[in-house]
């Protein structure tokens, strides 16, 4: 049987762990020629898309990253991985090529880095599979709760009213939202949380005055 790990949320954190998940089985094993599937990764993820999560979501070009892209992508390299993918339809060299070429700015938009781990997660699945290592991505899938079935076993209910038995868990859910203010909650002007900053801005009437409440990277956002 394979070993199952469930990795729940896939955005920069979820598809880190397969990329370091990846990196440490590849290292045990050279060859794996006989097909034999040695561990399943399974990444739940309640978005339709694995990789951007909620940071670099959002589709405005103004709202960029916060560190410079060399660091950002440094964070997520894996010289194993760039041999071992191949690219079987361009399509994810074009998409690379398309964050490198924001040459003009060391901050592109956060969206490009979206992109780019989008790729990443893409590249990973592909090596893995030369190894004998599955990596699935439910999209679209939330996970409800997660029980402990035994020392080693553990069961996930999602929206999609499927259980799940793994042996490891991993969370990589993000941010929570402030538990401060919720009574205002479903108040006409109030928005306890600014993402998805798109449905957010177009609820504003212009004329209107906004208050931000905090004054760090979100409220420059
Ligand atoms: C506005 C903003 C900008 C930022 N900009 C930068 C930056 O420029 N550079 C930098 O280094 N860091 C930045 N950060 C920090 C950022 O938090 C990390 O870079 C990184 O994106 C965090 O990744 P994560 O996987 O932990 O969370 P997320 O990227 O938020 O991913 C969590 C994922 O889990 C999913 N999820 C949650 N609960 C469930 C569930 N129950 N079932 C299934 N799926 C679930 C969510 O849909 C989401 O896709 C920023 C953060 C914010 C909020």
Do not use: W
Not at 136 to 154: A, D, I, P, W, Y
Not at 167 to 179: C, I, K, P
């Amino acid at each position: 049987m394979p070993t199952q790990i469930a990795v729940i949320g896939g955005g920069a954190g979820g598809v880190a762990m397969c990329l370091k998940l990846y990196d440490q089985i590849s290292q045990k094993i050279v060859n794996n020629n006989s097909g034999e599937v040695v561990a399943e990764i399974t990444v739940f993820e309640k978005a339709a898309v694995v990789g951007p999560g909620l940071p670099y979501s959002s589709p405005y070009k103004c709202h960029m990253l916060n560190f410079p892209k060399k660091i950002m992508m440094g964070v997520f390299d894996s010289t194993a991985l760039d041999n071992a993918a191949e690219p079987d339809n361009g399509s994810v060299e074009e998409r690379e090529t398309i964050y490198n070429s924001y040459q003009e700015t060391v901050f592109p938009p956060r969206h490009l880095y979206g992109e780019f781990l989008a790729n990443r997660a893409e590249q990973v699945q592909k090596a893995a599979k030369k190894i004998g290592v599955v990596i699935n991505f439910r999209k679209g899938t939330e996970v409800l709760n997660v029980k402990k079935l035994s020392e080693n076993q553990l069961q996930l209910e999602t929206s999609t009213e499927e259980t799940f038995i793994a042996n490891y868990v991993v969370l990589a859910t993000g941010h929570m939202e402030s538990s401060r203010y919720r009574e205002l909650k479903g108040s006409k002007g109030y928005h306890h949380n600014p993402f998805d900053a798109k449905k957010a801005l177009e609820s504003f009437d212009p004329k209107k005055d906004v208050v931000i409440i905090g004054t760090r990277k979100t409220a420059i956002d």
